[in-house]
């Protein structure tokens, strides 16, 4: 089709463009390895030195491919709750399933003291209980009220009431639990242990495989329910197919980084306007690379080149996401269309 | 058997629709769809138009008795088998995602495609000739919130008839539609009818169905009364259908008449046709009955210097050059 061309082409500018990022991330900071001994380093030519290999394989490569899995995951579970909420202003972070991920990560890294963050499984499914919690109730109310706006201001309540019992019981921990809760929830990327990284690994991109085969559903449910059952889908079980990989891809994306916020709600947006389509089989993998490069780019930011600070990676992508959503906002006054 | 199978697509069997069992809407359906037919529903608000269209294709589940299509209750197919055989419009219009109109109705093919949603050739095709079916050609490209109210519903349309189905269900399809834009999209259902489809609408509308449809649905006093619209006019039900509203149906005209109050009787008589017609419009849109001896008298003259009209009443006569003024008069008369 002649239309898709347009998309195929982006697709794989976007591709070019990550693994442009990709290379200059992994190439940056105080320790120079040049690319060169990298590839080096790979053909055997030449090895990296102890400390360049312990700086490559420990602390760069996990937090790019951190940066990789929590851009692709993020802008699908936004994607799909816009679809599903027929809302362009839905994301996890704006849906509060973000705060719930964080109120169940909240529980073991302040429950369990001054260990740190739990580099277990425990983590991971607290955050996905959390999540999918919310999820529940935004499901409960959506079928009671169909108001766009409803939704998106009960999910912004339950956020702020899940906030405030988290600072609730920030007041009572100690403060080592405290320290290490108020810098997870500043949101890094580098923070991942390699343990972690493979529990990420290992849900996230199963999970992302699986979205990819809902597209075409997806595409039904832009109409609303009614249509998609006269279409032939089966929307319960979509709803809770959708609704699940949403909670399990938000919350563990926000377990171990992290609140990532305005990333799920904008990426999705900007994929749109670059592919101008609205097909999921286009939209989906637009919006995994669009999210990739804004990650590493964010990080890359974040990092603060030729300084040793880092900032926050929630304050970065908040910065880049909400002039997207304020554009979203201002420029669409049809707000209602997606 | 077979030939029943043959001539109906859907068939009521005592079908009764409503919510839960204590909000009974209409009960006891017996009512059929023949197989190429436009039939037009027809009812109050909140009588159970939209609840009988939704509850007839799965969408509400029914209360009681059974809906056959093709002579095999309705549950008993799986829902890409419905979606093969009963297409629906919705009459909520809003919150359309921004698609452009042919990606809005190649949406219409997902019963046909495969689990990725991959269209074939024949699929494209199918899209341009639904397309072009609804005259909207011109807009395939352009996004549906830069439509108008009338070409955003006739692209709801063609996404409904790519679906490929015997039969299409919309419900108030005119809803939002001015008098020509209602007109057209109707017109346009009844083309469908030439490729055997049946189609069941509802509508407030009654002159256009009453003009296009084939058989109409009218619910009445919590019964629906089935029939060709003639035999319905034949029975008075228009008349009583908006008694208690002071609205009659004017069967010569094929109109509804009414106004804010009623004023009596008034006679209108004279010469020149027009002048006749327009001046009985004038009185009944005052809330007159025109009839004939009337104590409350038109005469309507016409001369070469244009038309004149008197009025006559128990205060003697007046004369008037403009029904403007004629019906200031007999406004202020009362």
Not at chain 1, 214 to 232: D, I, Q, R, W
Not at chain 2, 246 to 259: A, K, N
Request: include cysteine; glycine fraction near 10%.
């Amino acid at each position: 089709m002649k239309v898709r061309t347009r998309s195929i082409l982006i697709i794989y500018l976007l591709g070019l463009l990550l693994i442009a990022l990709f290379l200059l991330d992994i190439r940056l900071g105080s320790i120079s390895i040049t690319l060169t001994e990298m590839a080096d380093h790979l053909l055997g030519r030449s090895r990296l030195g102890e400390q360049q290999l312990v700086i490559l394989t420990k602390f760069r490569l996990p937090r790019v491919a951190t940066a990789l899995m929590a851009g692709a995951a993020l802008p699908v579970c936004g994607l799909q709750m816009q679809t599903i909420f027929r809302n362009p202003l839905a994301g996890p972070y704006v849906l509060g399933i973000s705060s719930g991920a964080s109120f169940g990560a909240a529980l073991v890294v302040l429950g369990a003291g001054a260990t740190g963050l739990v580099a277990t499984w425990s983590l991971a499914v607290a955050a996905w209980v959390g999540a999918g919690t919310v999820m529940l109730l935004l499901l409960f109310v959506s079928y009671r009220i169909k108001d766009v706006m409803t939704i998106l201001i009960l999910g912004i309540m339950f956020s702020s009431g899940l906030a405030a019992i988290i600072s609730i019981m920030q007041y009572f921990s100690q403060a080592s639990a405290l320290k290490s809760f108020v810098i997870w929830s500043m949101g890094s990327l580098g923070n991942v242990t390699g343990s972690q990284l493979n529990i990420m690994a290992w849900t996230v991109l199963p999970l992302l495989v699986v979205t990819l085969g809902f597209s075409k559903v997806l595409n039904g449910m832009m109409l609303g329910e009614e249509y998609a059952v006269t279409m032939g889908i089966r929307i319960q079980r979509t709803r809770l197919i959708i609704f699940a990989t949403t909670s399990m891809l938000a919350g563990t994306i926000t377990a171990f980084c992290g609140p990532i916020g305005f990333i799920g709600i904008a990426v999705p947006h900007i994929a749109r306007f670059l592919i101008k389509r609205s097909d999921h089989m286009e939209l989906i993998p637009a919006s995994m690379l669009t999210g990739m490069v804004v990650m590493v780019f964010s990080d890359m930011i974040s990092r603060l080149p030729g300084t040793e600070r880092i900032l926050p990676i929630n304050a970065v992508t908040s910065l880049i996401g909400i002039p997207v959503v304020i554009w979203l906002v201002v420029m669409n006054r049809k707000a209602q269309s997606l | 058997m077979s030939d029943r199978m043959a001539e109906h697509i859907i068939l009521f069997e005592d079908f009764s629709i409503g919510y839960q069992k204590e909000h009974i809407l209409l009960s006891q359906l017996n009512l059929t769809v023949n197989r190429g037919e436009m039939i037009a529903l027809i009812g109050k608000n909140g009588a159970g138009k939209s609840t009988l269209l939704k509850s007839m294709i799965g969408l509400v589940p029914p209360l009681g008795g059974a809906c056959l299509l093709d002579g095999v209750p309705f549950d008993a197919y799986s829902l890409r088998e419905r979606a093969r055989r009963v297409s629906f419009v919705s009459s909520q219009f809003t919150q359309l995602p921004s698609l452009t109109v042919e990606e809005l109705v190649g949406l219409g093919r997902i019963p046909y495609t495969d689990w990725m949603g991959r269209m074939s050739a024949e699929d494209h095709k199918k899209i341009d000739k639904a397309i072009e079916e609804v005259q909207m050609g011109i807009f395939a490209g352009r996004k549906l919130e830069n439509l108008s109210d009338g070409e955003r519903q006739r692209a709801m349309i063609a996404r409904a008839f790519v679906q490929d189905t015997p039969l299409m269900v919309l419900d108030e399809p005119t809803a939002f539609l001015d008098v020509p834009n209602t007109f057209e999209l109707v017109r346009l259902l009844s083309r469908f009818k030439e490729s055997g489809r049946s189609i069941v609408y509802s509508t407030h509308d009654l002159e256009t169905a009453i003009q296009f449809a084939d058989k109409m649905w009218v619910i009445h006093k919590g019964r629906i009364l089935e029939g060709a619209p003639e035999d319905l006019g034949l029975s008075g039900l228009y008349n009583e259908l908006f008694s208690d509203s002071g609205i009659t149906y004017d069967e010569q005209v094929g109109r509804f008449l009414g106004s804010v109050r009623e004023r009596g009787f008034i006679a209108v008589t004279g010469e020149g046709e027009d002048l006749l017609i327009w001046t009985r419009k004038t009185a009944e849109r005052l809330g007159y009955m025109v009839k004939e001896g009337a104590d409350l008298k038109i005469k309507v003259a016409s001369s070469p210097a244009g038309a004149s009209w008197i009025v006559q009443n128990r205060n003697g006569s007046t004369r008037f050059k403009n029904l403007y003024t004629l019906a200031r008069f007999l406004i202020q008369e009362q």
